[in-house]
């Protein structure tokens, strides 16, 4: 048989088997899914055989209508898959199935599944008869536990590690059948998205009850990370194969829809210093990088530095100062140097993050660099466009930039450059943050700030003199997150003179990468890099030290002192406690992608709503925090808030974060009794960190301002390990009355201690009668040394005094410059409504709030007398002469008593107050007609029984006709023998007169 007619007949066999070969792919995913194992792992090795004859076609993977490589990968894994339901047999031998038994792979089976295609599967499956080298599909070898002190822990351990890499087997099945069923891509998808969920949790799950000395401690956190990787591709349905495994998306906006407020906070500050950086698309990684010339960047070249400006010589671009530009040649920390522009955090954030993808093999700085190959990596454009996507203003944004360099006039690069030759990316990814921030004439940042705009990892300041540092815990979490991958670190100093500068071999103000994290020989070690690259420590430990670098030091640290003495790149090593005592703060930037649940809220602040001060929080942005914590363990809780900016030279906004505990989410009005309090800084990010207890907890989260003087547009990002809501805070009160009033001298009455109590601001609220409750928010806004109240009270006309009977409602104590109250629901009918400071005679202007979710009506009452006659008595009670008490003494009629004339019909009110007798004494006032021949004739009114209100007794309005005789007005106390003197004030709508008849 010729060779053409055996690859022919090869390959109809091949394509004969095809179809059949999906379609029991099919079968045997289902029975998988559905737990009947034996059956599955039977049809796995059919399928197996039939991927053996498609692949031995040459013919057919020629002609390239099927991908061989992809066909290799898919009959690994069905390889694997076979192994891995052996190995969860083992783990779950009471499984429903009952096959467990038949299940167990012999050592044969295994060798012949090798056999099978052994160059493929090479690399894929391990062999029994090596049990010192478990491949980490076995996760990783039994050896790992001791069977013989196995408790419930360990099992619970081993069980996740089984059910994780399960579904881990489970969702690669889906991912390849939504690969070769168009027709079902998106179900396939969901199945494959649900899957590689679970197996993060499952991973999660072990990797929290393992300890932290566990050798397979680091194993799970690789496993979780990977299945957390492995969602994230397939809900992006990402196709092309890369070089480095990619740094998932931190954008949880991908995961759900932007409403219509969030898209106008997103378009609004797309504006920085008049120029607009629109969000980064998934369709920008089809920009049209190629051009009939050489790209300009339309915004213009970017504003020099003074030092710049001193030296420039023009704007370069690579291909007129290197014969062969490339992107990347070798991503290294070692190779970034800083030039003349001051953003040493900047270069020190460009070092850092560089060191972690040399480290881990992972894309983090270089992700953002744009075009990039067909692996996934950043690529040199002739025609010198590029997009560099940067984290900013709440989102990712696309920065375009082109490849024109400032060039001294002595031939040098005046920027952040590298030393391995002809490599651009550090040089243009700082040309797109400084274009970002306004120019190279950087007024300076911190590397938290830069590292997040850089990679979207959460940065978490810390200032290692005040008072809470913690040393140990702080080196904790730097040394677990440097040996994870999860954290990027860096340090800075303070001021210094001069003279410590130089003592030291440090840079005052200055930023640092930190490369490298250790502990040897009992001392704790931080690997250093200046980004100048020269100027190095010459405290203990430095090149310089030639006492405590011992052979075994050197061996550990990798370091020789000697040889780096003759050569200074600005990288040393530091024992930790000179790092605390020498520099300042601490900058930990944690990947985003360590936390399974994430949520992100945009927003603003409208500057027409809120006061200007932090005593009322009713107006704050507040945000509902609901967390479901189903483990015996506190799960952390990571609040992050990023304040926008549109103009990077202003930075004057000093804000933070509150956050409440137990308040069933409700809105928080007052700044006490907070579970967490934030510190008011002019950074743009503030971060917050709690464990929530096990079972549900809920808070309340309030952004806060000193002293708000604009709109405040930003972003509240949430992380936690447990499931949570996160809503804004609802205003149930729609419908608002502002009143502006003020406190006068007359009207300044105090509390209700004293006796002009009555006179305070007043208001009549009415409540409507309907079908439904209707809430109520009462809020009183006064300068901030006044201590301020409210009462409401069941009336409707004015008040004298404020008791617990008949009081509706109150603000509680008198509180400094803000008072308020809520209730739910009251009833319908007419309240009085009391504004009153706790001192009398303290005159200034207040705001007060009415809110509801219904218009209500809102009436000044009228001050005492307002509108009438005022007339004023002074007199007093002298025992045994005037002092004759009430009636049943006998001698009322000896009582003060006075002659009231009235001329016409008129109204008169009279109130009596004995205020300045203590204690006060039960006192009454009554008008009675005078009588020719008697003291007095009939009582035509009477302030009611005898009291010791401090604010008196009052008669109310009365109506008087005109009595040639006229009236007699008496006052009196209870108690006879009461001595003291006592004012009476007499209001009338006509002109009276009033003589003392006694």
């Avoid at 894994?77 to 190995?87: F, G, P, V």
């Avoid at 050798?215 to 397939?234: T, W």
């Avoid at 040309?431 to 120019?439: T, V």
Wanted: proline share 6%; with cysteine; glycine share 6%.
């Amino acid at each position: 048989m010729s060779r053409s007619t055996a690859c022919l007949a090869q390959d109809s066999c091949a394509a004969l088997l095809l179809h059949p070969a999906f379609a029991l792919a099919r079968q045997a995913v289902q029975l998988d899914q559905q737990g009947q194992y034996l059956q599955a792992v039977n049809d796995y090795h059919q399928l197996i055989q039939m991927f053996d004859v498609i692949l031995k076609s040459p013919c057919s993977m020629a002609d390239g209508h099927l991908d061989r490589e992809q066909l290799v990968q898919k009959k690994n894994e069905y390889i694997q898959r076979a192994m891995q339901l052996d190995r969860l047999a083992l783990a779950n031998p009471s499984h429903p199935d009952g096959c467990h038994a038949t299940l167990r792979t012999t050592d044969c089976q295994h060798q012949a599944l090798a056999r099978q295609c052994p160059e493929e599967v090479a690399t894929s499956i391990s062999v029994d008869d090596q049990p010192h080298e478990p491949d980490n599909d076995d996760l990783w070898g039994e050896s790992d536990f001791d069977e013989d002190d196995e408790d419930d822990e360990t099992k619970d351990i081993k069980l996740s590690i089984a059910k994780g890499k399960f579904s881990m087997g489970q969702g690669e099945v889906y991912v390849f059948m939504s690969q070769v069923e168009e027709n079902d891509t998106k179900l396939y998808l969901d199945h494959a998205l649900k899957y590689y969920e679970d197996a993060a949790t499952w991973y999660l799950k072990a990797f929290g009850l393992l300890h932290e000395s566990h050798p397979l401690k680091i194993k799970v956190r690789q496993q979780f990370l990977i299945a957390m990787e492995a969602g994230e591709s397939a809900k992006a349905q990402q196709k092309t194969p890369t070089s480095f495994s990619k740094i998932p998306s931190t954008d949880p906006e991908k995961k759900k829809p932007l409403t219509k407020e969030e898209l106008e906070v997103i378009r609004v500050t797309s504006y920085v210093n008049n120029k607009r950086y629109y969000p980064w698309m998934d369709q920008d990684l089809h920009e049209f990088y190629s051009c009939p010339t050489r790209f300009l960047d339309k915004d213009g070249s970017l504003q020099l530095s003074a030092n710049q400006s001193n030296k420039f010589g023009g704007w370069v671009r690579p291909s007129d100062i290197m014969k062969h530009p490339k992107m990347i040649r070798l991503i290294s920390s070692t190779s970034i140097i800083q030039d003349i522009v001051t953003d040493c955090s900047f270069v020190a954030s460009l070092c850092v993050a560089a060191a972690y993808e040399r480290k881990f093999k992972k894309q983090l700085i270089t992700t953002c660099i744009y075009p990039q190959d067909k692996h996934g990596k950043p690529c040199y454009n002739p025609s010198g466009k590029y997009l560099i996507k940067l984290f900013f203003n709440g989102i990712a944004r696309k920065i375009e930039v082109d490849d024109l360099l400032p060039m001294s006039r002595e031939g040098t690069l005046m920027c952040t450059f590298s030393n391995n030759k002809e490599e651009l990316w550090p040089s243009l990814v700082e040309k797109a943050y400084m274009k970002l921030m306004g120019g190279y004439d950087f007024p300076g940042s911190n590397s938290g700030i830069d590292l997040y705009c850089l990679t979207g990892w959460i940065p978490d300041h810390i200032f290692i003199h005040e008072q809470r540092f913690d040393p140990d815990n702080v080196w904790a979490r730097m040394l677990d997150g440097a040996k994870y991958g999860d954290a990027l670190v860096t340090i800075a100093t303070g001021h210094m003179t001069d003279e410590e500068a130089d003592k030291l071999g440090l840079v005052p103000t200055h930023a640092y990468a930190i490369i490298d994290i250790k502990e040897a020989m009992g001392t704790r070690f931080l690997q250093v890099k200046n980004p100048w690259s020269h100027m190095r420590w010459c405290g203990p430990f430095s090149h310089m030290d030639r006492e405590r670098w011992t052979p075994e030091l050197k061996a550990a640290l990798n370091y020789d002192p000697q040889l780096a003495q003759d050569h200074d790149d600005g990288i040393f090593w530091i024992d930790y406690e000179s790092m605390c005592a020498n520099f300042t703060s601490i900058h930990m930037n944690w990947n985003p992608e360590l936390f399974i649940h994430r949520d992100v809220v945009h927003a603003v602040w409208p500057e027409a709503r809120g006061p200007d001060n932090i005593l009322n929080l009713g107006y704050n942005p507040q945000f509902s925090l609901t967390v479901e914590v189903h483990d015996k363990k506190p799960a952390a809780v990571w609040i992050l808030l990023s304040k926008h900016i549109m103009v990077t030279e202003e930075n004057t906004d000093y804000i933070t974060l509150h956050i409440y505990k137990d308040t069933n989410g409700d809105r928080i009005y007052y700044p006490d009794d907070t579970f967490k309090k934030g510190t008011y800084v002019n950074s743009p990010h503030i971060l917050l960190r709690f464990t929530a207890p096990p079972g549900t907890s809920t808070y309340t989260i309030v952004v806060s301002q000193h002293e708000k003087i604009h709109s405040l547009y930003f972003t509240l990002r949430l992380f936690s390990f447990a499931p949570f809501q996160l809503a804004e805070t609802p205003n149930r009160f729609t419908v608002e009355q502002k009143i502006h009033s003020q406190w006068t001298d007359r009207t300044a009455g105090g509390n209700v201690c004293h006796a002009s109590f009555l006179n305070n601001p007043q208001w009549k609220v009415t409540i409507p009668k309907l079908t439904q409750p209707v809430p109520l928010l009462l809020m009183l806004e006064a300068p901030k040394t006044f201590a301020v109240n409210l009462f409401l009270v069941e009336s409707g006309k004015r008040v004298a005094s404020v008791s617990s009977h008949g009081m509706l409602m109150g603000s509680g104590s008198y509180r400094h410059g803000f008072c308020y109250y809520e209730k739910d629901a009251i009833p319908a009918g007419e309240y009085t409504l009391v504004a009153s400071t706790f001192e009398a005679e303290l005159v200034g202007e207040f705001d007060l709030t009415v809110a509801s979710n219904i218009s209500l009506d809102v009436e000044p009452i009228p001050s005492e007398g307002a509108g009438m006659f005022p007339k004023v008595l002074t007199g007093e009670w002298i025992a045994g002469w005037s002092a004759m008490g009430n009636p049943d003494y006998k001698n009322y009629g000896k009582n003060p008593r006075y002659t009231l004339e009235v001329r016409e019909l008129t109204t008169v009110r009279v109130r009596l107050q004995a205020d300045k007798i203590d204690p006060i004494p039960s006192i009454n006032v009554a008008i009675y007609e005078k009588h020719p021949t008697h003291a007095w004739g009939q009582e035509i009114a009477t302030s009611g029984p005898y009291t010791n209100a401090i604010q008196g007794v009052t008669t109310g309005d009365i109506v008087l006709n005109q009595n040639e005789a006229g009236y007699i007005i008496v006052f009196a106390t209870h108690d006879k023998d009461i001595t003291g003197d006592f004012t009476a004030y007499i209001y009338s709508d006509r002109p009276i007169k009033v003589k003392k008849d006694r």
